[in-house]
């Protein structure tokens, strides 16, 4: 069974600012990985996935994570925030033969 | 069309009532998944169709949830006898064939379900 845990539920951060939203999953196949983007009142939308090759992985809106197959993560980051990165970011996974299985949610909330 | 739809956007129903939330996916795209959002929680897994195969049922709550799906088009989700807790969004999503588990799954808007 997978499960994929998103141990902050919300992230205050300062415009401008660096950020980092955390994922860790447990899986036992191979996995595919994903981060989602869901602005208010709004559908996911997908910011970034990870499917094989290079663990960095770049995304839409100047986002990016790395996969750790050690440590089972795939951490969001993003360099400089701007009050338009406001959002919920759920971290998703799945793997051959398996659902999407996605995590709790954190809320990033970016301050003037 | 140009994304997923879904309608209604909003439902205020009372509880013991039936709803039927519906669901218009991308042409084309084969896979189908429900999803359920509590207030302030996480996506919870409810339901996939995949072309012709038997649907994965196995995140539907209770009975009183179903769900059906013409062909690989337009899904309909059932809740029979509604109460409280059945209160949330609720998000459909599909993805194109052959809806393998890396294939991005691209989501609608939801309907916000409220029973009083």
């Known amino acids: 069974a997978q499960s994929v845990t998103q141990l902050d539920s919300q992230v205050p951060v300062f415009e401008e600012a660096p950020v980092e939203l955390r994922c860790n999953y447990s899986?036992?196949?191979?996995?595919?990985l994903f981060w989602y983007v869901q602005y208010p009142n709004q559908g996911l939308q997908l910011l970034l996935k990870?499917?094989?090759?290079?663990?960095l992985v770049k995304g839409i809106n100047g986002f990016e994570a790395e996969f750790n197959k050690s440590q089972t993560s795939f951490h969001l980051r993003k360099p400089s925030v701007h009050i338009s990165d406001t959002a919920e970011y759920f971290c998703a996974v799945s793997g051959e033969g398996q659902n999407f299985v996605f995590g709790p949610g954190t809320r990033l909330s970016v301050l003037p | 069309g140009a994304g997923v739809s879904q309608s209604p956007s909003n439902k205020v129903t009372e509880k013991g009532k039936d709803v039927e939330l519906r669901c218009d996916p991308i042409?084309?795209?084969?896979?189908l998944y429900w999803y359920r959002q509590r207030l302030g929680q996480g996506l919870e897994f409810l339901i996939y169709f995949q072309g012709n195969s038997a649907p994965d049922k196995s995140g539907l709550p209770s009975d009183r949830f179903s769900a059906e799906r013409t062909g690989e088009s337009v899904s309909t989700l059932t809740i029979q006898r509604t109460q409280q807790e059945d209160s949330a969004v609720y998000l459909c999503?599909?993805?194109?064939?052959?809806?393998?588990?890396?294939?991005?799954?691209?989501f609608g808007p939801g309907t916000r379900l409220t029973v009083l």
């Open positions: 042409s084309g795209h084969t896979a």
């Open positions: 999503a599909s993805s194109q064939s052959p809806g393998l588990s890396y294939n991005e799954q691209f």
């Open positions: 899986s036992s196949v191979s996995v595919y």
């Open positions: 990870y499917l094989s090759g290079s663990t």
